[in-house]
């Protein structure tokens, strides 16, 4: 099992000189991976802990890949409804590319109705759109020459496909990461919670005769009681959790340096080999 954190792609602690700080620190801690997150058009009553500053994660993820060497790069979660397949294949391939298959694409189908409006996107067509998306992203990965509207075209460079991890809840959520996924990737705060939904997601798994997915858990850890880590550790793998992504909070480097210390120091070691 590996441990990932959530970086902050928003607010003043996406500074380039503050998110670069945090990412170091992540791989100096020995993470597997840090995770970014996606808004586009934040509205000014709801701009709340970010002031509507946000990254676009994508492009986040190519600068930081020319910036550390080792550590994974995820996308906690991408919304599909928001892009265009086409030019969203070519950006993550590029980032796949520039970073040496370090990417790791979490996908969802966004939620917040503003955003929508100002895409111009029916909120209501989202799911739709993300499977044709998917299908479609997994057409570019699977060969040179893809079509789009009817039109042949090279779809180069074509590095190793990214792991694909769906994002979201309820039984959409699992039948869309068991048909185009290679695992889940639910907000695990109840364990108990979260074995029920593994089980079922397994279950869809044998029924289409594929294996049992992943199930990456976006979780968190109380730094003010490491004596409850193991067995919260230990709840999270019972209920089916494979990996998983430590959530924080944090205003600056130096906080967040001391979040990724207490993972590296209490949660790391309770993490089975």
């Known amino acids: 099992m590996q441990l990932g954190v959530a970086v902050r792609s928003m607010g003043p602690q996406s500074q380039p000189d503050v998110l670069l700080a945090c990412v170091r620190a992540a ?13 586009l058009a934040i509205p000014p009553d709801d701009a709340e802990g970010s002031g509507g500053r946000y990254l676009d994660p994508l492009s986040a993820l190519a600068w930081l890949a020319g910036q550390v060497p080792r550590i994974g790069l995820g996308t906690g979660v991408l919304n599909l409804p928001y892009r265009p397949p086409l030019p969203t294949a070519k950006a993550i391939a590029t980032v796949q590319e520039l970073s040496a298959g370090r990417l790791r694409l979490g996908v969802g189908l966004g939620w917040m109705e503003p955003e929508f ?52 809840a309820g039984e959409r959520a699992l039948r869309r990461a068991v048909r185009f996924g290679d695992g889940w990737m639910p907000m695990a705060g109840d364990p108990a919670v979260l074995a029920p939904a593994v089980a079922r997601l397994r279950e869809l798994a044998a029924e289409a005769g594929r294996a049992a997915p992943e199930v990456i858990a976006f979780t968190g850890f109380d730094p003010r009681e490491p004596e409850r880590v193991p067995d919260r550790v230990a709840a999270l793998v019972a209920a089916g959790a494979t990996r998983l992504v430590a959530g924080t909070r944090y205003a600056t480097a130096d906080d967040f340096a001391r979040q990724v210390s207490f993972l590296a120091e209490r949660v790391l070691p309770a993490l089975p080999g």
């Open 27 to 39: 791989e100096r801690a020995g993470l597997a991976d840090v995770w970014v997150q996606d808004h």
């Open 117 to 168: 409006r100002a895409l111009g996107v029916p909120r209501a067509r989202r799911g739709h759109i993300a499977d044709e998306t998917l299908a479609f992203l997994h057409a570019c990965f699977a060969g040179d020459v893809v079509q789009s509207n009817g039109q042949d075209f090279l779809f180069l460079p074509r590095p190793p496909r990214p792991p694909i991890y769906v994002g979201g």
